[in-house]
């Protein structure tokens, strides 16, 4: 749910995607990477734009987030993203490496842009080789596909076993001027913070500088893509990449402009909104699982407990059975390695409360389980310790899930 200066400030686009804001264009093609799926994406803004990104944690980190770290070092401006699917371009080594810069030679020349102001993102199957030729021959096809309404194929052209793309554009308004922030992410199993086998796209035509929006982008994320999980795996390719173009000419954003907060509400919704659909899709997932705590001590605290409960294969596989067993719940906030009082703690599942100043609760196990058999469920912890709270999401975990990791790669 929206708070109130969400309520008030954001409109939300239909069909908005990465595209939406002005001067920014995106198209998806197949290229012959996958069978039939659209495998080749890219976004393109019509003037440099203003960049930062943050990577994956995972002390393997794939060629082609080392490209884009090398571009963004050598300026922090940005004119194009290519991203390909069905395969990851991680551990393939030195060639690995190559592949990714001719990915990024490619599209420059082909924009006729400098190549570093092209970023290269791949995802899909660890260990071999990109068809590099087919990605060429499909980059030289890009320019065909781009449009400021074909968001969606890029979308589309990012996934690998998510179920459905994800895209969102809302529109804020900053000096009375109209700006738009949009975005895409993919992301289905080896999730889990700081960062996963996910990657995700902002874009807006907002006037702000690399540095502000760098620190803007690292707040943000702490507090979405960081709080997701799906099955504690972090990938080697994960990324969140972010551009400002500043068509909208409005007077460069910062923590001082009267319009900051609402353009940091409007950033912060469009990536938690994205973050929640990654964790709803995650692979063989039935339910989207919200998990607040409050009371905490400290933000950490409140964080890493909200992210222990919602990543507990306990937790999870009694969410996917419907069964009310709020023990493991508590399991999961004793293996958080802070300090709580157990005297002090109440657990809602749904609407009900289980579990009052460490006490069990008279309640219906028949509307716990009712509770648990929604689409969306959602769990609340008070420590009563402290003023400090935090959300996680995630899913159940489902035999499905078991079986498409059992045959990933045939």
């Known amino acids: 749910m929206m708070n109130q200066i969400e309520q008030e400030k954001i409109k939300i686009i239909p069909n908005g995607s990465i595209s939406s804001p002005k001067g920014f264009k995106a198209g998806g093609i197949h290229c012959g990477i996958r069978k039939k799926k659209k495998d080749l994406g890219i976004i ?46 991680a551990f393939t080594a030195e060639q690995g490496l190559w592949d990714a810069y001719e990915m990024r030679d490619a599209v420059a020349k082909t924009f006729n842009l400098s190549p570093m102001n092209v970023a290269v993102s791949s995802t899909g199957v660890i260990g071999e080789r990109l068809p590099i030729e087919r990605i060429t021959a499909g980059i030289a096809k890009l320019p065909e596909s781009l449009s400021s309404d074909n968001g969606w194929d890029f979308g589309e052209a990012i996934l690998t076993t998510d179920t459905f793309v994800k895209s969102i554009a809302i529109e804020i308004s900053v000096e009375g001027k109209k700006v738009i922030i949009g975005g895409t992410a993919k992301g289905s199993g080896m999730i889990h913070p700081n960062m996963a086998t996910m990657l995700a796209f902002i874009t807006t035509d907002a006037n702000i500088h690399p540095d502000v929006l760098q620190k803007l982008l690292r707040d943000v994320t702490d507090q979405s893509f960081n709080m997701i999980t799906v099955d504690g795996d972090t990938s080697t390719n994960d990324m969140v990449l ?72 306990l937790v999870k596989t009694a969410i996917y059975g419907a069964d009310g067993n709020w023990g493991r719940i508590i399991m999961a906030i004793g293996n958080s390695g802070y300090q709580v009082d157990p005297q002090l703690i109440d657990i809602t599942i749904g609407p009900i409360t289980v579990l009052k100043h460490g006490l069990k609760t008279f309640y219906s196990e028949e509307k716990v389980s009712e509770a648990l058999s929604q689409d969306e469920v959602k769990i609340h912890v008070d420590l009563h310790l402290g003023n400090c709270s935090a959300e996680a999401w995630g899913c159940d975990l489902t035999y499905e899930y078991v079986r498409i990791n059992a045959s990933y790669r045939t």
């Open 44 to 89: 393109i803004s019509d003037v440099p734009a203003a960049s930062a990104a943050v990577y994956t944690m995972n002390i393997f980190q794939a060629a082609p987030l080392q490209v884009t770290k090398e571009s963004l070092a050598d300026s922090p401006y940005l004119q194009a993203v290519v991203v390909n699917s069905g395969n990851a371009n």
């Open 242 to 313: 972010t551009m400002a173009n500043g068509l909208a000419e409005n007077t460069p954003l910062d923590e001082y402009h009267p319009d900051w907060e609402v353009f940091y509400q409007g950033f912060t919704y469009v990536a938690k909104q994205l973050a929640k659909w990654i964790a709803k899709d995650g692979e063989g997932a039935t339910k989207l699982v919200s998990v607040e705590v409050h009371g905490a001590t400290s933000p950490m605290m409140a964080k890493a407990i909200a992210k222990k409960i919602v990543g507990s294969n």
